[in-house]
Nanobody, 124 residues
Framework: VQLQASGGGFVQPGGSLRLSCTTSERTFSTYAMGWFRQAPGEERTFVAA????????HYTDSVKGRFSISRGNTKNVVYLQMNSLKPEDTAVYFC??????????????????WGQGTQVTVSS
């Protein structure tokens, strides 16, 4: 499974970005999908996840009310809309696929496939 993440960039505090993660896998709709981030010198941490049917969504506390995850199963894409960005959101963001597709998972070890990462920098 190959995942391609895009949409990162440089933004001022309070700004917005939308990350996208696409794949050519025809079984995409059977995967739960997640977004993680990794700041320099830190471990990769959970940001958001969405179940294959979109009925279950989970966010880490620090992004609740600011970030929104969604997916388009007919387009094989998952999005992370990031609003009210803060400097502490600066990190490389990764999308990941959980091919078991049972609910949503929050630990990186529970995801089998990863995109290459896209840099998000929030600074004035």
């Amino acid at each position: 499974v190959q995942l391609q993440a895009s949409g990162g960039g440089f933004v001022q505090p309070g700004g917005s970005l939308r990350l996208s993660c696409t794949t050519s896998e025809r079984t995409f709709s059977t995967y739960a999908m997640g977004w993680f981030r990794q700041a320099p010198g830190e471990e990769r941490t959970f940001v958001a996840a969405i179940s294959r049917s979109t009925t279950t969504i989970h966010y880490t506390d620090s992004v609740k009310g600011r970030f929104s995850i969604s997916r388009g199963n007919t387009k094989n894409v998952v999005y992370l809309q990031m609003n009210s960005l803060k400097p502490e959101d600066t990190a490389v963001y990764f999308c990941a696929a959980d091919t078991h597709g049972l609910g949503v998972r929050t630990h990186p070890d529970e995801y089998e496939y990863w995109g290459q990462g896209t840099q998000v920098t929030v600074s004035s």
